[in-house]
Every structure is written in C-alpha cells, then in structure tokens.
C-alpha cells in the first residue's frame, strides 16, 4: 500500500523514530569509541588503543575497581537469586493459589519497592539501618538489593505464569501426578523462560543500582556505580569510559539473551 | 463453548491454595522488614530532633515539616513567613519533570507508533532495540550524556566541525541537559506502555474514520488518540515518577542551579552538614506526591476500565 | 440393557454452587459400564461442571459420585483412575509425543521403559507411532488430539472423560474422528463420558444421552428417544429442528388425545403422561414427519399457504403459514422429488402429519 492510502503512516514519524534512536545510542557509541583513545586527554583524539583497558586492570585505581567489581558482581548474583526464588514462590501463590484475602495485599507488598521513589526507599533504608543500630557495609547493600529486587524478578515470572494455562498442570494430576510432582515436572519447566528473565533483570537492577547503595553502603564499601560516580566526580576519565565500555557489553550481552528467551516459548 | 472454555483454559487456578502462605512468607518477611517498616521509620524520623552531627535526638518534633514551609528568621523566633526556598525546589522538580515527560511524549509517542505499525516480525527487534539502553547502568548513560554534551565535547566539535556553529554550545549545567538526561533515563517507559497500547489498537477504526472522511490528522487525534489514550498517560506516569525523584541526572548534568529534590534529600544524608529529619520530612513529601499521582492514576485507569 | 448392567458411575444428587451462584442443581444419573455416554447442553448448562466434578478438578458442594461402587467426590484427582481429553488437549508442551503418553504410567510408578513400551503401543492404537518423538507443537490439531487421546487411554482408566475434544477440528475431521473414537471405545470396553454442545454428534456417537440446561437434567435416553420423544419444550427444540404448536387438549382417551389450535383448527395425537383435559401445552411435530398434497388426505389435515421453498441439498424446506397464521415447516426429502409434490410460493396446499408424528410436550 502506498503511504496516500495506508492510513496507519504519519509522515515524520520514521524521521522522529530516527532520531530518538540517535539520541539513545549516540552517547554510548562516544563513550565506546573514546574509550580506545590512546590520549590520556579525554578531549584529544590519538588514535586507537587499549591502555585504558589496560589501566583498569593494572593501574594505580585497579586495586579499588576490582573490589568494587567483586562486590557489585557478588551482591548482584546472590541477591538476583534469592529474589528470583521469593519472587517464584510468591507467584505461585498469587496466581496458583485461587482468590484470598490476603492476595491483593501481597501483591501490593511486592510492588511497593517499584512504586516507592528510590530515592525515598534509599532514606528508608539508611534509617531502618541506623534505628536498629546495624554498622553500615557489604551486608547492609546485599538485604537492600534483595529487597527491591524482588518485584524486577517477580513481574516476568508472574507474566510467564498467566501465560500457561492450568489445564497443564490438571492434565499432570488427572495423570496421576500429585500437586508437586505437578509444580515439578510441568509448571516449572514451562515457567523457565520467565525465571531466567527475571532473574537476569533482577540482576541487572542490583548491578545498575547506585542510589540505594550509595546510601547504605558503609565507608570504605564501594560497588562499580559507586566507585565510577566516586572518580567521576573529580571530572570524566579515559579509564571511567574503559570501564563503562565493558559494562555496556555485559548490560548488551544480557538483554540479548533475555530477548531470545523472550521469543522461546516452549509452551509452543 | 464459552463457559467451558473459561472454566477449562483459565490460567488463574487454586491449585496450590493449600500452600499459599507458606509460598508467600519468604516475600513478606524480606518486604515487610526491609522495606514496609523502613518506610514506617522514616514518617517517625521526620518527627524527631535533629542531632548536628547526622542521626537524630529520640524527641518528638515538628520542626522538620516547619522548616520546609516556614521562615523563621535567623534565630527562629520571628514570626513565620512561608519559606519558598524549599517549596521552589520541589516546584522546579515538577516542572523539570514534566517537561522532561512531554519531551519523552513528544519523541516516544511517534516512535512507539512507527514500531508498533511495522510487519510483525520486525516489531520485537525494534521494541529490542529500544530497550537496550534501558539495560545499561544509568550512571554509565548520565556519564555518556555528559561526555556528549561537554562544551569541548564530541557533539560540539562536530556541530562546529560541519560548521552549522562556529562557538560551542553550551548545554551542560543547564534545565535543557536535565531534561534530556531524564528523557535519556526513562524514555523506555514512554514507548513500551504506548506500543503496547498502539499494537492492541484496531486499525479498522482508522479505515473507518478515514471512509468518513476523516484527514489522517483528524483520524490520530479524533479516534486513535483516545482509544490509545490508557498507554500514553501509563508512559507519562513511568517518565513523571521517577523524574520527580531523581538524582543522577541534575547532579552530573544540572549543576548547582538547577537542584532538584532528589539532591535536597541527599545532601541531608551525606557529610556532616545533614539533617536527618528534615531529610525524611523531605521524602515523605515526595512520597505523598507520587502517591496522589499514583491513586490518581489507578482511578482514572480503573473507569476507562468500566468504560470497556 | 437390563437393570442389572453395572454402573461405571453413579452421581447421586450431586450439587455445585458457586458462591450464590448454582452451576448443577441437584443433578442424579447413573452411567453404565461400556457404555459411550454423552452430556449434551448448550454454554453454562453445567455438562462441563459435571465433568471435571467427576475427574476431581471441581469438588461437589452436595450430594456423592460413585465409580464402581467406591465413593470418590472427595478424593484428588491424581488418585481417582479416570483419565481426561481435554477440550484444548493440554499436552505438555515441554516434551515430545512419547514422554507425553507415558506420563501417566510414570507417575503410576511404572519404569520409564515400561511408560515407553506402553506408550508406543497407544501411539500405534491412533496411528501415529512415526511421530513419537516430536513436540506437540510440531503437529496438526488432529494429530494432537489423537495423542491428548492416547495419552488419556494409555493408564487405562475406568472411565475416560472427554471434554468437548473435536470442538477445535474443522468438520471434516470432525466426522471423521467420530468415528474413530466409536471404534476405539468398542475396542476397548472403556466406558466414555463425552461432554458437546454439538446435538448431532451427540446423535451419531452416543449410547445414551444426558440433555442438560441451566444446571438441570433434562432428559436422559438412548438418541432415538431423545428425537422423537422429547420430554420438554427444551428437548424438543435443541435436538433437531421442530415446528412447535401452541394448543389446548380438548379431550384425553386412553392413548389419543384431541386438540385444538387458535382460529378452531384440531389435530389429535397420542397422549402423554400428565397432560390432562385442559392443559395449554406445545406440540412438537420434525419437519420431516410432515408430508404435503393437494387435498386433504385425512381428518388432522391442515390448510395453509405456501410461502416459499428453500434448497439444502439433501431436502427441500418448504415454509407455510396455516389458517390460523401460525408458520409451519415441511421438510421434503430431495430423492422423492418425484413421488411428493413440490408446491410453488402462494400456492395452498395440505399439510398432514406422519402417524405418531406429533408429540405432546409437558412443558
């Protein structure tokens, strides 16, 4: 159909998605391509190079970037996968477990750290800390990330859920399966594309989240988002943009592979 | 038949109704201690005494509350005089946020539309393509911003490079970068909500307006606006709420002056110069707005419901 | 069958209510060993209710279901030896045709090579043994529901259940499949409880029916006694096509009753039980059963005015109204073109019943 009479095409519409697509990547591609400038000038372009890469790795900030990598990565992982169990379990109940009083309720719980500013839930939390007289560190971010983790890993997986119809699960019992053996042997597989999404966007926000950790985490504590914020504040470095460089991959790799699991339906 | 096929292909069941609360203990022990009860805590704490050093002194206080609204002069026993220092804070808050909101209307509304015109199976990697900056750190965007928009910055040297300026201009420290900061955190939230609306939209509608004679501008605003209206004020709310709160982007991009309330709370917290309870007083204020806005929100949502 | 055939399952005053709502009234049938037995209903009646309330998935406010003698209303349904078609199949999407057939034994405690053996043979039971190692996904709509079948069969329950199954086939496939699960349950002596809203195919399958509407029963027989003698109203008008009358009995003798029509036409036909003198009631009188001529041709011939013919392949439909303004249907079959007279719009014309036609509904 020609764009006369194909009454879905708005002329400029391509032209602004264009755009919107060069102001969202314009800035990362910068920062990608300057992170293998060889000047040490983040101004001045000396040709390729990968000794900022290298700086991150070996020079004098490494020790600090390395730290703050093994803490972002650790907390990431264990909170991702404590949420990403909750959140399962409390799925199931929401949407497995008929009408209740408590349901609605539950379900608000799980959402309130999404509809809380986070900046509110941060205050909150340094509060909470400090009234139960809690030292501030490694322990202090890991239960907050936990926490509001539990709603990014919930809303896939329940999504999933509503997706699949009980009639699997009654084909399992009429089978012969008793209820676990059902949750076991049928639901789970099926949920399993919803669980991986949401643990990996549960493991994305915790590695994402500066905010929060900034206010909770004790002195001396840093995690990647706190340690760049932290350099970032004495003016823009090559090595910050190394860094960026490889987390930007990682964040990439991540949401690729969500998006195939996305399109893998194995109820299909 | 129909009601066999809703009690059959239901996929709400009570299945496991006999284990529900044990299913759902582990949520409400982590949320109930870690985040219900922290915010518990910070209404109490914004009723407190201020401590110099940071913290609080245990001893009921309203003064929180009245130094936000009220001037009381240097040694706090002139009359009360309604401060607007703070209130101007939370006022450009709003209003950074809302243009930042329009700004992603503006951008985000053609774009989920182009998306959600296209033949199917190009739509998921468009949706994907917009997504993908949403998954990267928004340090490391609001970083990337600022190295774009740097007066010796890439953007500028281009600009003048292609000779359409011949002087840098200069955009950082400015309401227009905190605004394009917002836009860059949240513009996913404005397009998902739309193209999901847009994509449920029954394009035969548009066929018929236009059989009646309808433009093509007339059409968009006289029957595709409306129909789609549900995602474009769900995107709005997505880009307002957290652009209300937020801190990364008008400290990196905004500058001193153009503090928002995200940094008024910060700077509470942070050094010694905090005020515990102000601090909290600061975000129970914001988190009674966002809560208006919300339960506006679900009202609004719940009778175009009713309309249906 | 005699009295003595033994009942597979017993529902005995069986009740379902949700919240005010009552989906089943107090609903009792026996439903005899072999035998295919169908619950035919339009949406909501509760055929479906009454189904999943015999698999174990919907548990009964009142009353108790027997399988064999052995109460089971209360037990789950993993341990009650039924097995069920679903209406969508419900195959396990995460495992291929095999896995899918031999889940049950399985889950009876069975080997995996004993499931696998077992399941093999059902796959050949439905012809489909070349695709044992697909996913569901990878196969037609028929060939699923053969599967969704076999994988119902293969634990050999004492009852299979089938809810609505060839409702997602298109007709061809339909009538074909009827067949084949005919077959099947003669081969193997399960005795099948089959849920439609398709009164044909409850017609062409089934031993006996059990016509239910708005919760209730509302006729239970074999399919000839639900055609041609409808108890209700109800009966007469889901099942087949009917020219239902309003009239009065005028007179009841020992089997005949006279009646009369507005505008002071009469018919009689025979009597039924519990209409008596008086009694305002609906004649239901098939189409086919009506034969039209130039003249009448005995004392309950009626006059009317030809008012068109409509062509349906096997049978001319021919619409008249009578005397008295009431609209009546003549279906003539298409062979007999030659020996029954086919009569032009406007014409008038004769319309008589077949003996035995007519048939006196209670209400």
């Known amino acids: ?268 | 038949m129909a009601g066999g096929a809703a009690s059959s292909g239901s996929t709400a069941s009570d299945t496991y109704a006999g284990a529900r609360h044990w299913l759902l203990m582990p949520s409400w022990f982590v949320l109930l201690i870690f985040v219900a009860a922290p915010v518990a805590m910070m209404l109490v704490y914004s009723f407190l005494t201020k401590e110099f050093r940071g913290g609080v002194i245990w001893e009921f206080s309203l003064g929180a509350y009245d130094q936000f609204f009220f001037d009381r002069g240097l040694f706090g026993d002139d009359p009360p005089q309604i401060d607007w220092t703070y209130i101007n804070i939370f006022w450009r808050s709003i209003w950074q946020a809302g243009l930042a909101t329009v700004l992603s209307l503006l951008i985000g509304f053609p774009t989920a539309y182009f998306i959600a015109t296209r033949p199917e199976r190009s739509r998921a990697l468009w949706v994907f393509v917009i997504t993908i900056p949403y998954w990267v750190n928004l340090l490391i965007r609001t970083v990337s911003m600022k190295f774009l928009l740097r007066d010796q910055g890439p953007m500028n040297d281009f600009l003048i490079w292609t000779g359409v300026i011949d002087d840098p201009l200069r955009i950082i420290n400015t309401n227009l970068a905190v605004q394009l900061g917002l836009f860059y955190s949240y513009l996913p939230f404005m397009v998902l909500p739309i193209y999901a609306a847009v994509e449920r939209y029954n394009f035969t509608l548009s066929e018929a307006a236009a059989d009646l004679y309808a433009s093509k501008w007339a059409t968009l605003r006289r029957v595709l606006l409306p129909a789609v209206k549900p995602g474009v004020i769900a995107g709005c709310i997505l880009v307002f709420v957290p652009s209300l709160g937020a801190f990364l982007a008008p400290d990196l991009l905004g500058g001193a002056r153009n503090f928002m309330i995200g940094s008024l709370i910060e700077e509470q917290f942070k050094g010694n110069a905090g005020n515990w309870p102000f601090g909290a007083a600061a975000s129970m204020i914001l988190l009674t707005l966002v809560l208006i806005i919300l339960m506006v929100f679900a009202r609004q949502q719940r009778r175009m419901g009713d309309m249906r | 069958m005699t009295d003595d055939t033994q009942i597979a399952v017993d529902v005995r005053d069986a009740v379902k209510r949700y919240g005010d709502f009552t989906a089943l009234q107090q609903i009792s049938l026996g439903i005899r060993d072999n035998e295919f037995f169908t619950l035919l209903g339009p949406s909501g009646c509760g055929k479906t209710t009454l189904l999943r309330m015999i698999a174990g998935f919907e548990d009964v406010t009142e009353g108790a279901i027997f399988l064999y003698g052995d109460e089971i209303e209360t037990l789950p349904p993993h341990q009650r030896p039924v097995n069920t078609v679903f209406q969508n199949y419900a195959l396990f999407p995460h495992m291929t045709v095999l896995e899918n057939v031999g889940f049950g034994l399985e889950m009876l405690g069975q080997s995996k090579a004993a499931a696998r053996t077992r399941a093999a043979e059902m796959l050949e039971l439905v012809q489909l043994s070349q695709f044992a190692s697909r996913k569901p996904a990878q196969l037609s709509g028929g060939q699923q529901q053969r599967v969704a079948l076999a994988r119902a069969l293969a634990p050999a329950p004492k009852v299979l259940l089938l809810d609505e199954p060839l409702s997602a086939l298109d007709q061809k496939l339909r009538k074909a499949m009827q067949i084949e699960l005919k077959h099947i349950q003669r081969e193997t002596g399960i005795t099948f409880i089959f849920v439609t809203h398709d009164q044909e195919e409850a017609l062409t399958m089934s031993d006996r029916i059990a016509v239910m509407s708005a919760g209730e029963l509302q006729q239970l027989g074999a399919p000839r006694d639900i055609y041609e003698l409808p108890r209700n109203m109800f009966v007469a008008d889901f099942i087949g096509d009917t020219n239902l009358l309003e009239v009065t009995v005028d007179e009841v003798t020992e089997c005949r009753a006279a009646c009369s029509l507005d505008g002071g036409l009469t018919l009689s036909c025979e009597a039924v039980e519990g209409v008596r003198k008086g009694a305002q009631v609906h004649l239901s009188i098939r189409p086919e059963r009506l034969v039209l001529s130039e003249t009448a041709t005995g004392a309950d011939s009626l006059r009317a005015r030809v008012l068109e013919n409509i062509f349906i392949g096997t049978d001319i439909a021919t619409l008249l109204v009578l005397d008295n303004g009431s609209e009546i249907t003549v279906r003539t079959s298409n062979s007999e073109r030659g020996s029954k007279r086919i009569f032009d719009a406007g014409q008038m014309a004769f319309v008589t019943m077949e003996r035995g036609a007519a048939r006196l509904l209670r209400d």
């Open chain 1, 1 to 268: 159909m020609s764009a006369r009479t194909d009454v879905k095409t708005y002329p400029g519409f391509f032209a602004i998605t264009l755009l919107c697509m060069v102001i969202l990547y314009a800035p990362l591609m910068v920062v990608t391509v300057y992170s293998f400038n060889a000047s040490p000038s983040i101004t001045v372009w000396e040709g390729l190079s990968l000794r900022w890469y290298a700086d991150v790795f070996t020079g004098p900030e490494s020790d600090k970037f390395k730290q703050a990598a093994f803490n972002s990565f650790s907390i990431a992982l264990i909170a991702a996968t404590l949420a990403t169990a909750i959140a399962t379990a409390s799925a199931t109940a929401i949407v497995r477990a008929g009408r209740f009083r408590l349901r609605l309720p539950s379900l608000g719980l799980i959402t309130l750290p999404i509809l809380v500013p986070e900046i509110v839930l941060a205050v909150a939390t340094l509060i909470f800390f400090n009234s139960i007289g809690f030292t501030r560190g490694y322990m202090t971010i890991l239960v907050a990330h936990i926490a509001f983790c539990i709603p990014f890993a919930y809303l896939p997986i329940q999504a999933r859920m509503q997706g699949i119809e009980n009639t699997y699960e009654q084909a399992a019992m009429d089978l012969y399966a008793t209820k676990a053996q059902a949750f076991r042997q049928v639901l789970l597989p099926l949920m399993m594309p919803g669980i991986i999404s949401g643990f990996l966007l549960a493991f994305i926000v915790s590695l994402d989240d500066f905010i929060i950790t900034n206010f909770v985490k004790g002195a001396g504590v840093e995690t990647l988002p706190t340690a760049i914020f932290g350099s970032v504040k004495q003016g823009i470095k090559p090595n910050i943009m190394a860094i960026s460089t490889m987390l930007l991959s990682l964040s990439i790799m991540m949401v690729t592979i969500s998006y195939f699991l996305s399109k893998w339906d194995n109820t299909k």
